[in-house]
């Protein structure tokens, strides 16, 4: 077994927790914002950045933003398609070549999209992430 880089073994892990703290992290300053402005608007002071990390307004924000797994599920999909993590189960080996980048082959048994190749193909191969897109985007639709 060669020996990889930390980040080449560790990829995926490290590019979801870079994301995911960028994402707090701007959450956390928009919410403390417009908080701000909304109790400037009702004539109350500002609070501060220590404050805001322990109010209802920055906790009830961020559990409500937890609940949009189905985002958080269909990112971590498309990412294993390409990211390693060094003991994952659902990702890519770090040496060699896997089977499921290799070319589907053609046989009695194969589904219709890869007989018929092309645009099919192509759809069929990056299905699971199109119903996970298309979920998201009916859920954010949603009155």
Same mark, same amino acid.
């Given at each position: 077994?060669?020996?990889? @880089?930390?980040?080449?073994?560790? @990829?995926? =892990?490290?590019?979801?927790?870079?994301?995911?703290?960028?994402? *707090?992290?701007?959450?956390?300053?928009?919410?403390?914002?417009? *908080?701000?402005?909304?109790? $400037?608007?009702?004539?109350?002071?500002? #609070?501060?950045?220590?404050?805001? #990390? !322990? @109010?209802?307004?920055? #906790?009830?924000?961020?559990? +409500?933003?937890?609940?949009? +797994?189905?985002?958080?599920?269909?990112? %971590? /999909?498309?990412?294993?398609?390409?990211?390693?993590?060094?003991?994952?189960?659902?990702?890519? =080996? *770090?040496?060699?070549?896997? &089977?499921?980048?290799?070319?589907? +082959? /053609? !046989? $009695?048994?194969?589904?219709?999209?890869?007989?018929?190749?092309? /645009?099919?193909?192509?759809? %069929?191969? !990056?299905? *699971? =992430? /199109?119903?996970?897109? &298309?979920?998201?985007? $009916?859920?954010?639709?949603?009155?």
């Amino acid at each position: 077994m060669s020996k990889k @880089s930390f980040f080449y073994r560790n @990829s995926l =892990s490290i590019v979801l927790l870079v994301l995911m703290l960028s994402c *707090l992290t701007g959450q956390f300053f928009t919410g403390w914002t417009t *908080l701000n402005k909304e109790l $400037a608007e009702e004539g109350s002071s500002g #609070i501060s950045l220590g404050a805001y #990390i !322990h @109010s209802g307004h920055f #906790i009830q924000a961020t559990f +409500e933003n937890w609940e949009s +797994e189905f985002l958080q599920m269909m990112l %971590y /999909i498309v990412l294993t398609v390409s990211l390693r993590q060094k003991g994952s189960s659902e990702s890519k =080996s *770090l040496e060699g070549e896997e &089977e499921v980048d290799k070319e589907p +082959e /053609i !046989h $009695a048994k194969a589904p219709w999209p890869v007989k018929k190749g092309g /645009i099919w193909l192509a759809v %069929y191969k !990056h299905s *699971l =992430s /199109i119903a996970y897109c &298309e979920f998201w985007n $009916a859920f954010l639709r949603k009155p």
